[in-house]
T-cell receptor
């Protein structure tokens, strides 16, 4: 069974601060996706990383896939109140061609004004 | 283009009843996956359908079933509802089996009383 551990589980920071969320596993994934979810809504895809060592930037968000494709991180620079939400990482299973996504427990981020 | 549409958004059912949830994927997408999200377990994979065939199944009892129609729309059914089935049920759409990126609908909030 593939597991993804996310840390921290909760994060409360002030606007303007930087933060990093980690997603770790002992399993190798064919790709890894990051989502943000608002209360009562479905997760919204932020990015997909596929290649080991890959770094992708989306405005103030930087995503990195580990060299061994077992871990990933999300770094937010100068957080804004609009960044508040549940951040989820999800690994795509190589054996099932990605049809089964394994999700981390999520990181609940609160950015205070 | 329209996103993933799930209906209904909210449902309240009584223990022992059955329920059917509907998902219309993004136009042109042929793969539909279903996930259950609860506070305790996070997002758990239920099953995936592609070309009207179930391609992959998670570890849920047989009370959970689904199907996909020729227009790629999918339904999932839960029979003999239990209190523990209360959850947000999410549908994810993919272009095809070789594509990893999954796009989620807003979900159906099912409450079993």
């Amino acid at each position: 069974t593939q597991l993804l551990k996310q840390s921290p589980q909760f994060l409360s920071i002030q606007e303007g601060e930087n933060l990093t969320v980690y997603c770790n596993s002992s399993s190798v994934f064919s790709s890894l996706q990051w989502y943000r979810q608002e209360p009562g809504e479905g997760p919204v895809l932020l990015v997909t990383v596929v290649t080991g060592g890959e770094v992708k930037k989306l405005k103030r968000l930087t995503f990195q896939f580990g060299d061994a494709r077992k871990d990933s991180s999300l770094h937010i620079t100068a957080a804004q109140t609009g960044d508040t939400g549940l951040y989820l990482c999800a690994g795509a299973d190589q054996e099932t061609s990605g049809s089964r996504l394994t999700f981390g427990e999520g990181t609940q981020l609160t950015v205070n004004p | 283009k329209a996103g993933v549409t799930q209906t209904p958004r909210y449902l309240i059912k009584t223990r022992g009843q059955q329920v059917t949830l509907s998902c219309s994927p993004i136009s042109g997408h042929r793969s539909v996956s279903w996930y259950q999200q609860t506070p305790g377990q996070g997002l758990q994979f239920l099953f995936e359908y592609f070309s009207e065939t179930q391609r992959n199944k998670g570890n849920f009892p047989g009370r959970f079933s689904g199907r996909q129609f020729s227009n790629s729309r999918s339904e999932m059914n839960v029979s003999t509802l239990e209190l523990g089935d209360s959850a947000l049920y999410l549908c994810a759409s993919r272009l095809g089996q070789m594509f990893t990126e999954a796009f989620f609908g807003q979900g159906t909030r099912l409450t079993v009383v």
